[in-house]
């Protein structure tokens, strides 16, 4: 572990956060995420600022931050899968016997995850998963990947991640790839 990894806090929030996390939040998932190989609208995104909240103060809301020297340079969001309709309809295309795979009120959903570029490849993003996954009710986890950030894609697979399907977003143009791993996760 480098001097830097131990120097980073993680923070759990159950159902809310404070505000002043919230602007560090949506500036670290604008420069993650409008970037490649996501390339998502920068204007969309820092609108997490507003559902991010709602999504943390929903059933199974959990919101893990990384900082370093009072700086959000890490976080994940989690809630559980029945709160969230497009991820059913999603899940359910893949897999028309869903419940047979999984209990939408017994899985929880990572709905995002970003670390900070100058903070990659130490640990922070598992860490914060780890957190975001320890002691959950639920019995399942599911997060999706884009089809173009197949590296990222294969790092999930390496904590143990496997595949439920895949479905389309963006009107065709982007492929989402779900991924799911039984509860607990002990990566």
């Known amino acids: ?10 923070v759990r929030f159950e159902h809310v956060a404070p505000d002043e996390f919230w602007a560090e939040i ?8 409008a970037a490649p190989p996501y390339n998502e609208s920068p204007d969309e995104l820092q609108s997490i600022d507003q559902w991010g909240p709602d ?5 199974g809301g959990r919101l893990v931050v990384a900082s370093h020297d009072g700086h959000v340079i890490g976080f994940a ?15 359910d295309a893949m897999q028309p016997t869903l419940d047979a795979v999984i ?16 903070y990659r490849g130490r640990g922070i993003a598992k860490q914060c998963v780890r957190e975001l996954l320890s002691s959950r009710t639920e019995q399942d986890a599911v997060l999706g990947v884009f089809g173009q950030a197949s590296q990222v894609r294969e790092i999930y697979r390496h904590w143990g991640f496997s595949e439920l399907g895949t479905s389309p977003i963006y009107g065709g143009t982007v492929t989402l790839h779900a991924l799911h ?3 607990p996760w002990m990566a």
Do not use: C, G
Request: charged letters at 30%; aromatic letters at 8%.
């Open 1 to 10: 572990m480098s001097e830097i990894d131990r120097d980073v806090d993680y």
């Open 26 to 33: 949506a500036s670290l998932f604008v420069l993650s995420f």
């Open 55 to 59: 999504k943390l103060a929903s059933p």
């Open 77 to 91: 969001l989690s809630q559980r899968l029945d709160q969230d309709s497009s991820w059913l309809r999603r899940l």
């Open 103 to 118: 209990s939408p009120s017994r899985t929880v959903i990572v709905q995002e995850l970003a670390v900070d570029e100058n």
């Open 181 to 183: 791993h039984k509860l």
